[in-house]
T-cell receptor
């Protein structure tokens, strides 16, 4: 399975866009990019996923580069409640066994 | 929300004792998973199930066994708990094979082995 690389921590100001990068240079053609987040000690929460097209939902946007070797999760207007650890995961289409790394700890500043 | 309930939520036990964690779901999801989370390691998959009586190992399955006799329940058993199994355990579910990657997680069970 492809590995992902994320910065260990980031911060942004409340109300601004948070752009979280993820590198997945060995991604295969049938592997999706998934994003989850974990707020404090709660269970992780699904955010969004995509294959090669950009995706948007009520929580975030996912931008995948044309070569699919990297992606960016965008939280358009970050709030304090978005402070969490964000996980970028690359996995086959069935997603049977999602492998979580250590993620990016995002701190949203007032 | 897949109506996932983990029990117990907190448990302290002694080395060598058996421990069973229970995951109960109310949404009839086919797939169920057990992860553990430790500082510096993110979440690691212990075992998963793709149907009643169908289970498979994850990356850290040694020292753990699972059972799934009903769709709604997935049990994780530590036959003889060790201090290295002190962790937070998360259960997760997925609707079916066609539901790409969206896992629903429980609130976690914190286990301390003294």
């Amino acid at each position: 399975d492809a590995k992902t690389t994320q910065p260990p921590s980031m911060d942004c100001a409340e109300g601004r866009a948070a752009n979280l990068p993820c590198n997945h240079s060995t991604i295969s053609g049938n592997e999706y990019v998934y994003w989850y987040r974990q707020i404090h000690s709660q269970g992780p929460q699904y955010i969004i996923h995509g294959l090669k097209n950009n995706e948007t939902n009520e929580m975030a946007s996912l931008i995948i580069t044309e070569d699919r070797k990297s992606s960016t999760l965008i939280l358009p207007h970050a709030t304090l409640r978005d402070t969490a650890v964000y996980y970028c995961i690359v996995e086959k289409s069935s997603g049977d066994k999602l492998t979580f790394g250590t993620g990016t700890r995002l701190a949203v500043r007032p | 929300d897949a109506g996932i309930t983990q029990s117990p939520r907190h448990k302290v036990t002694e080395t060598g004792t058996p421990v069973t964690l229970r995951c109960h779901q109310t949404e009839n999801h086919r797939y169920m998973y057990w992860y553990r989370q430790d500082p510096g390691h993110g979440l690691r998959l212990i075992h998963y199930s793709y149907g009643v009586k169908d289970t498979d190992k994850g990356e850290v399955s040694d020292g753990y066994s699972v059972s799934r006799s009903k769709t709604e329940d997935f049990l994780l058993t530590l036959e003889s708990a060790t201090s290295s199994q002190t962790s937070v355990y998360f259960c997760a579910t997925k609707r079916d094979y066609l539901n790409t990657g969206e896992l629903f997680f429980g609130e976690g069970s914190r286990l301390t082995v003294l």
